[in-house]
């Protein structure tokens, strides 16, 4: 099936069709968080309220495209993983690829609660750290676990590229690919970012907003200054 330049603006299941292939278990898993969100939200605020009425296109469909980039990697870190997203959606396409295992990093213990009822009721293979990012990082680098190192990372709307760099550097050190959504301002944090850090990069353009981009970062390391090292 051919990509189409952006996905329809509608919301539902249904939107995924249109570039996915999608199990009906998938399917089914999704809709539980789905349905948990919508509850969750009016107790605490875990998406913008101005996308509840997309919550499909503009979080589920948009945290699909995370996974795309990188369909080999089996252990994932997601940092600052809020709702979930793209995390748990990473989880459970997972389940569908043979298996796998997401860390998801969220220092909110409302939120974290939320990550980890979403995980009873799906069943999807992840685990939420309620800590620092740098707390758990040196923790999965030392003790990697029965699943494995981290071959992928993710964020979505946590920090500029600058620092994102900082808190994926370690992993990237070991081989893991990294991947963040960033908006329309994208390429003002590349060049902020270059100036401290060096990256292998790869630009691909958002099914969600062809002005957004989702950035896949390899070998970071920091930026050799001139006449020093």
């Known amino acids: 099936m051919s990509r189409p330049a952006v996905l329809p603006v509608t919301d539902g299941p249904e939107v995924l069709h249109a570039t996915w292939s999608v199990s009906r278990e998938t399917l089914d898993r999704l809709t539980i968080y789905v349905n ?3 509850r969750w939200q009016s107790a605490q605020n875990l998406v913008a309220p101005s996308t509840l009425g ?3 296109r503009r979080h589920v469909a948009d945290s699909f495209q995370v996974s795309d980039c990188a369909p080999d990697a089996r252990v994932w870190a997601d940092f600052g993983s809020g709702a979930g997203f793209p995390g748990l959606v990473t989880a459970i396409r997972l389940m569908e690829r043979g298996g796998g295992h997401v860390h998801l990093v969220e220092s909110n213990q409302r939120k974290a609660a939320f990550l980890r009822t ?7 293979p992840a685990t939420v750290h309620a800590e620092r990012i740098e707390t ?3 923790r999965l680098l030392d003790t990697p676990g029965d699943e494995g190192p981290v071959t992928a990372v993710s964020a979505r709307a946590l920090a500029d590229l600058k620092q994102l760099c900082a808190y994926a550097a370690p992993f990237s050190a070991t081989g893991a690919l990294c991947i963040f959504h960033k908006g329309r301002n994208f390429r003002d944090e590349v060049a902020q970012a270059s100036h401290q ?3 292998d990069l790869v630009e691909k353009e958002s099914l969600i907003d062809p002005d957004s ?6 070998r970071i390391r920091p930026r050799r200054v001139a006449g020093k090292g």
């Open 36 to 38: 948990l969100l919508l």
């Open 54 to 56: 997309e919550v499909w």
């Open 118 to 124: 979403v995980i009873r009721e799906t069943g999807c």
């Open 136 to 138: 758990v990082t040196a």
């Open 197 to 199: 850090w060096d990256f």
């Open 213 to 218: 981009r989702i950035l896949v970062l390899g």
